[in-house]
């Protein structure tokens, strides 16, 4: 499942890189949501990235986090466990738009491409999981705990998109990993109190 769809965002942003209509065509843009009714944008925009680095880092970061969660999946619901996923990764890719869509449905200058919401939400979706995994950072020799990560994260990402000071989607980031959080505790309500165990906190 994972790895079906690294290779079709792979391949369908490759073509993208150098195809200027399908780029266009697919991407995030609230305004043609809104005016001509293009509802596939909500999801075609994953498939999307800006250049080679965007591509390959999303990707990366799927892989690694993915396979966490999918080893959780595959032991707790079996033969479901790759619809799962897939409710996982595309409910992330839709719930991380939702915000800038409200925002930007006037506005026909914002585009948005990539799986960044998508890749959120699976990453904080392993953080319930595995609270207690480390996370490493380009750089950084020490891991942190993936819980503190994930709380950094989402102030660090609300804070950017605040200032909306550069051309990333922090919003996007902030909603898919606050879907994965939840999503993941819906599905099965005993990861609440794994998460809870896990960091030793008990009520």
């Given at each position: 499942?994972?790895l079906?769809i690294?290779?079709?965002?792979?391949?369908?942003s490759?073509?993208?890189?150098?195809n200027?209509?399908?780029?266009?065509k697919l991407?995030?843009?609230?305004?043609?949501?809104?005016?001509?009714?293009e509802?596939y944008?909500?999801?075609?925009y994953?498939?999307?990235h800006a250049?080679w680095?965007?591509?390959?880092i999303?990707m990366?970061?799927?892989?690694?986090?993915?396979?966490?969660?999918?080893?959780?999946?595959?032991?707790?619901?079996?033969?479901?466990?790759?619809?799962k996923?897939?409710?996982?990764?595309?409910g992330?890719?839709?719930?991380?738009?939702?915000?800038?869509?409200?925002?930007?449905?006037?506005n026909?200058?914002?585009n948005?491409?990539?799986?960044s919401?998508?890749v959120?939400?699976?990453?904080f979706?392993?953080i319930i999981?595995?609270?207690?995994?480390?996370?490493?950072?380009?750089?950084?020799?020490i891991?942190?705990?993936?819980?503190i990560?994930?709380?950094?994260?989402?102030?660090?990402?609300?804070?950017?998109?605040?200032r909306?000071?550069?051309?990333?989607?922090?919003y996007?980031?902030?909603?898919?990993?606050?879907?994965g959080?939840?999503?993941?505790?819906?599905?099965?309500h005993?990861?609440?109190?794994?998460?809870?165990?896990?960091?030793?906190?008990s009520?």
């Amino acid at each position: 499942m994972i790895l079906i769809i690294i290779l079709a965002t792979s391949v369908i942003s490759i073509m993208a890189f150098s195809n200027n209509e399908l780029f266009y065509k697919l991407n995030f843009n609230a305004y043609y949501i809104k005016r001509d009714k293009e509802w596939y944008r909500f999801f075609s925009y994953a498939l999307l990235h800006a250049d080679w680095g965007h591509l390959i880092i999303n990707m990366f970061v799927f892989w690694s986090f993915g396979s966490i969660v999918m080893q959780f999946f595959k032991a707790d619901f079996g033969s479901l466990a790759g619809l799962k996923f897939i409710l996982l990764y595309v409910g992330g890719i839709l719930f991380s738009t939702v915000f800038d869509y409200l925002k930007n449905k006037d506005n026909i200058y914002y585009n948005a491409v990539g799986a960044s919401g998508a890749v959120s939400a699976v990453v904080f979706s392993s953080i319930i999981l595995f609270p207690t995994g480390k996370i490493f950072l380009f750089f950084v020799p020490i891991g942190i705990p993936s819980w503190i990560f994930g709380i950094l994260y989402l102030i660090y990402s609300a804070y950017m998109g605040r200032r909306g000071s550069d051309n990333i989607g922090h919003y996007a980031h902030f909603w898919g990993a606050v879907f994965g959080v939840v999503f993941t505790m819906l599905i099965n309500h005993e990861y609440i109190a794994h998460f809870y165990q896990q960091l030793g906190i008990s009520f």
